[in-house]
């Protein structure tokens, strides 16, 4: 069995940039420098639990790593990006928004999102600039700049 263990890694390597070079995804790509480091291993005579070990640590490193790196290659910071984020942000008002009547959209960063002014009663005409200084669920209160 251990003669035969560098082979089989080497298999899995194979397997796994086959499956990289047909597929449209990353979906094996850092199985590849586990299974190397296995069949070094497996070459190196150590026990078959330790090649196994080996491999998924390498494997769970080199996933990791690389969401990691395409997570800043991509710009994002790790933070939430949830609607907290478009605090202190400017928008344009695209339907007015009035309190009382309960209507209001507002346009920050391209996207819509429902809003209210910051005044109880407040109400902000159509085409106005507008600073968002809250959110309430889906909602921003904004202010008239």
């Known amino acids: 069995m251990q003669a035969f263990m560098p082979y089989l890694w080497l298999g899995v390597v194979f397997c796994a940039a086959i499956a990289e070079a047909i597929g449209k995804r990353m979906i094996a790509l850092w199985l590849i420098p586990g299974g190397v480091v296995a069949s070094v291993l497996a070459f190196l005579r150590l026990p078959t639990w330790a090649q196994i070990l080996a491999f998924v640590v390498v494997s769970t ?13 991509n710009g994002k910071t790790g933070r939430s990006g949830g ?30 999102w429902a809003a209210r002014s910051i005044d109880y009663d407040g109400m902000i005409e159509e085409g106005t600039e507008v600073s968002v200084v809250a959110v309430e669920g889906v909602r921003l209160i904004c202010r008239e700049i």
């Open 83 to 112: 609607a907290d984020e478009l605090i202190g942000l400017t928008g344009k008002v695209v339907e007015t928004i009035d309190n009382l009547a309960g209507c209001g959209l507002v346009s920050v960063n391209g996207e819509e």
């Open 61 to 73: 490193l080199c996933c990791f790593l690389f969401f990691r790196l395409m997570t800043l290659r």
